[in-house]
């Protein structure tokens, strides 16, 4: 079973910042949260993870609460080409095991012109 | 990011015959790949998980022996659907993931939609 709770769809204009968010308040210690977007019929593609600091690439940033219960995926400025399925997903990430990706229903996000 | 592959993108079939699909990692060792389906409108489902060189591990509810998983090599992994009907028209993804530095993250491919008449 998913271990995250995201909001079902949500609307962004474009040019704007998306907030997407996401709850997972049973995270365990070991457990890293990951992001991927799935556009319409293609496979899903990869986008941040995080463990408990802030992080930030090219794509995206992402903002883990200290208490690791819920995080948010930052797009800064959304493009039309961001609408797709975000999915927020909890791992363990080790060096020698990993867990399976397991999907929830995810966020669809609209980017409206 | 790693690549893989899939084969074919897109395939349409007659009802009772049976399709292969293949999944290549390109530029890494992929020691576990794993299947999923989507049906329209929903998220995709794990079906079943193979480590290279044995058997795979299915997911509650499916079938093995309607979905055979083969593989035998750290590049390739193939999904045979057998006697495909209607109902398994879906969209099928693969992904895998390997041993070494970025290879332990899970990377997905291109997927494959399936279209039984």
């Known amino acids: 079973d998913a271990k995250t709770t995201q909001p079902t769809s949500m609307d962004c204009a474009e040019g704007r910042a998306a907030n997407l968010p996401c709850n997972h308040s049973t995270i365990s210690g070991n457990e890293y949260v990951y992001w991927y977007r799935q556009i319409h019929s293609q496979g899903p593609q990869y986008i941040i993870h995080g463990l408990k600091n802030n992080e930030t690439n090219e794509m995206a940033s992402l903002i883990i609460t200290e208490d690791r219960k819920s995080s948010t995926l930052i797009l800064p400025h959304a493009t039309l080409r961001d609408t797709a399925v975000y999915y927020c997903?909890?791992?363990?990430?080790?060096?020698?095991?990993?867990?399976?990706?397991?999907f929830g229903p995810g966020t669809s996000l609209s980017v409206i012109p | 990011g790693a690549v893989v592959s899939q084969h074919p993108s897109w395939v349409i079939c007659k009802s009772g015959t049976s399709v292969k699909i293949e999944c290549r990692s390109l530029?890494?060792?992929?020691?576990?790949m794993f299947w999923y389906r989507q049906f329209p409108k929903q998220s995709l489902m794990l079906m079943a998980t193979s480590n290279e060189g044995s058997k795979a591990t299915y997911e509650q509810g499916v079938e093995k022996d309607k979905f055979l998983i083969n593989h035998a090599s750290l590049t390739l992994s193939t999904l045979t659907v057998t006697s495909a009907h209607p109902e398994d028209s879906s969209f099928y993804i693969c992904?895998?993931?390997?041993?070494?530095?970025?290879?332990?993250?899970?990377?997905f491919g291109p997927g494959t939609r399936l279209t039984v008449l």
């Open positions: 992904s895998a993931t390997g041993r070494g530095g970025r290879s332990y993250e899970q990377f």
């Open positions: 997903i909890v791992r363990v990430r080790e060096k020698t095991s990993y867990d399976k990706v397991i």
């Open positions: 530029d890494f060792q992929a020691t576990t």
